[in-house]
């Protein structure tokens, strides 16, 4: 099977260490970036912002540096969110309120609970009508929602707008989440190559491989985030050019050609 | 607007709802204006209200290799995978193309939240999860769709689409492409959700839960009866399969209007339904049937009503089927894309149980009771919070629009 080209234009990152994708740029050159506060999420309303779930604030955070950085108007972009656990602070939350006083479960909540909460947020916060969709795929998520994007960036040749993002785990769930810290981040990809184009991807699935290692200081980060996958290729993106490979599902793999263009 | 695409073959399918198990009691249940709902027997403290229940889904014991995986929602697929024949079809669909060819395309809305629930009622003296919880797998949204690829032996791309009510919908569009751009040969997809406490209170705490069976369109409606089901379908390229019903287009679209009420206008809806047509090449007045989503909620029926009103014409026939089976939440869209299917393979229109008065909104084209009629092409709407909207067309072998 041929490879299937897509074009990166824009690339977002939010961690407890990185405020940013040009920080792990500075990471990787063997400096010390300043690390952020919370996610700033500034593309949604003060007053949403206010009252945000966490996933929702990370997921917005790296969306909105993607779509910045590609200069194109989020409205017009498909949305493809994933999350392998969605957001786990009001699952525990939910959980230990139905255990103990279910009718007292907020509304709110249980409609932020939703695994398309963030990317409703995003739709809402920048007027975009375009299709949408929350994937989930346990440790594989970031390979299979980029597989995901990919497709319908081909397949209806418009660009499209990829985030992968999961929340701390939080309470007992922490226990089968593993979640030790949040991570996210974000791709925009597009059919063509155009002046905000920042590299070219030749994707090919392939049997089930593992991950490509990550190098030091970044060796431990996937272990604590299942979306810190998509740190692999966020690294080629930083150097390049080269290739990586990525789980695409349990049983299949993804590997990424990447080359720099401007 | 959207490229108009090549239809694909729904080679196999099948369902599993409170109105029964496999296609032939849904087909009978439809017939007969019998609804599955019941009061509520399952939260773990009582709430009143209505819910479509599966018979059986304790008894649906998984096999001893596949036990790890043991909870509601996954006995309630492994349920629904064995009716209509439908493990043996996906059986040979793998062996003609191959494990890693197939795609596996699931939707849910909470998958198994409830095994969840479970481990938080009973921790143990340290506040940790009872050892026979501390399954990572049933923890995790995509706990329904693992399960169904260890049960079906399937290698391809495997991923749960969660978009909240519009899920099982959604899927056919993921297979769709993945088929087009030659990344798989056919695609397994589908959806499961089964009853919780957190849809029953979550739901309730927005008051959005009916205290009586749920009436949509109905002018008194006062809000929706959760249900739970199991529905799979096989999609390969038509070619293959010249006698097999076929997905002509599908379209889908966001609100950009609010969390948890649809667009005023209906606008996220219109826009899939348009997208569905074009790329379906359909005009509005070939429609012969429109499965709703009508959920019995006082916003949804009342813009989905204007929108049958102002997109079709009196002769296309609607109807909304949550009145039979509740509404099941993240596997309402395959649900109702396999009563879309019966509707065209029996020549059905069910009819809109539960609407004993009719809202003025409704227009001519609502079948209040079942009709026979020949169906060439029918739709399925599925809307879902985040504004989240699809729609579906499917039409008889050998439609050509």
């Given at each position: 099977m041929s490879a299937s080209r897509v074009y990166v234009e824009g690339i977002g990152l939010w961690?407890?260490?990185?405020?940013?994708?040009?920080?792990?740029?500075?990471?990787?050159?063997?400096?010390?970036p300043t690390p952020p506060v919370r996610p700033a999420a500034a593309t949604l309303p003060p007053n949403e912002r206010r009252r945000a779930p966490e996933s929702v604030l990370l997921a917005v955070e790296v969306a909105g540096q993607a779509v910045a950085m590609s200069g194109r108007d989020a409205a017009t972009l498909a949305c493809v969110f994933a999350s392998s656990h969605g957001d786990q602070p009001i699952t525990d939350y939910m959980c230990a309120t139905l255990a103990q006083a279910p009718t007292e479960l907020s509304p709110i909540r249980f409609h932020n609970s939703v695994h398309n909460a963030p990317v409703g947020y995003w739709t809402i916060a920048t007027g975009c009508h375009a299709p949408s969709t929350a994937v989930a795929a346990q440790r594989a998520s970031f390979g299979a929602g980029l597989l995901e994007a990919v497709s319908q960036v081909l397949a209806e040749q418009r660009a499209v707008l990829l985030v992968c993002s999961d929340t701390a785990g939080s309470g007992p769930l922490d226990e089968v989440t593993g979640c030790r810290q949040p991570f996210g981040c974000a791709l925009v990809l597009a059919p063509r190559a155009g002046p905000s184009t920042l590299a070219q991807l030749d994707l090919r699935l392939t049997a089930a491989s593992p991950d490509t290692p990550l190098d030091e200081p970044l060796a431990g980060w996937r272990a604590g985030n299942p979306s810190a996958a998509g740190l692999s290729l966020l690294a080629l993106l930083a150097g390049g050019p080269g290739h990586c490979q990525l789980a695409a599902a349990a049983t299949l793999g993804l590997r990424i050609?990447?080359?720099?263009v401007a | 607007m959207p490229f108009p695409m090549t239809p694909l073959a729904v080679t196999a399918y099948t369902a599993t709802s409170a109105i029964g198990s496999g296609l032939a009691a849904q087909l009978d249940a439809l017939r007969h204006a019998r609804s599955g709902l019941r009061p509520n027997d399952i939260s773990s403290v009582p709430l009143a209200c209505w819910i479509g229940r599966v018979d059986g889904v304790e008894d649906a014991a998984l096999p001893a290799a596949l036990a790890s995986w043991d909870c509601r929602n996954n006995r309630l697929a492994w349920l629904g995978l064995n009716q209509d024949g439908f493990l043996e079809r996906v059986r040979a669909a793998r062996s003609r193309y191959g494990a890693a060819r197939v795609a596996l395309l699931l939707g849910t809305s909470t998958a198994s939240i409830g095994?969840?629930?479970?481990?938080?009622?009973?921790?143990?003296?340290?506040?940790?999860?009872?050892?026979?919880?501390?399954?990572?797998m049933i923890h995790t949204p995509h706990s329904l769709a693992a399960f169904v690829a260890a049960v079906?032996?399937?290698?391809?791309?495997?991923?749960?689409?969660?978009t909240a009510c519009s899920s099982s919908a959604k899927v056919f569009a993921n297979a769709e492409r993945m088929i087009r751009l030659g990344l798989v040969d056919a695609a397994v997809v589908g959806g499961v959700d089964t009853l919780c406490d957190s849809v029953l209170f979550g739901f309730n705490a927005l008051e959005l839960v009916s205290s009586a069976p749920c009436r949509p369109f109905d002018a008194a409606r006062d809000g929706i009866s959760i249900g739970e089901a199991a529905g799979f379908a096989l999609l390969e390229r038509a070619e293959l399969a010249p006698d097999a019903p076929q997905l002509l287009g599908y379209g889908e679209a966001s609100d950009a209007h609010h969390m948890s009420t649809p667009h005023p206008e209906g606008l996220g809806a219109e826009l899939a339904l348009n997208d569905a047509l074009a790329r379906a090449g359909l005009d509005a007045a070939q429609v012969d049937y429109i499965n709703l989503h009508g959920t019995a909620s006082q916003k949804n029926d009342e813009v989905e009503a204007a929108l049958v009103s102002r997109a079709f014409p009196p002769r296309t026939r609607a109807s909304s089927t949550k009145g039979f089976t509740g509404h099941t939440l993240g596997?309402?869209?395959?649900?109702?894309?396999?009563?879309?299917?019966?509707?065209?393979?029996?020549?059905?229109?069910?009819?809109?149980?539960?609407?004993?008065?009719?809202d003025p909104v409704c227009g001519a084209q609502f079948a209040w009771r079942s009709e026979q009629q020949r169906v060439d092409v029918a739709l399925s709407n599925s809307f879902g919070f985040g504004g989240n909207n699809a729609c579906l067309a499917f039409a008889r072998a050998g439609f050509a629009a």
């Open positions: 961690s407890p260490q990185l405020a940013d994708f040009s920080a792990l740029q500075t990471l990787l050159a063997g400096a010390m050609d990447m080359e720099n | 095994a969840t629930e479970e481990a938080y009622r009973r921790l143990d003296a340290d506040g940790g999860f009872a050892d026979d919880m501390l399954r990572p079906l032996e399937l290698e391809g791309p495997c991923l749960t689409i969660s596997a309402a869209g395959i649900v109702e894309a396999t009563i879309a299917l019966l509707a065209i393979e029996h020549g059905l229109i069910p009819g809109n149980l539960g609407g004993a008065t009719p």
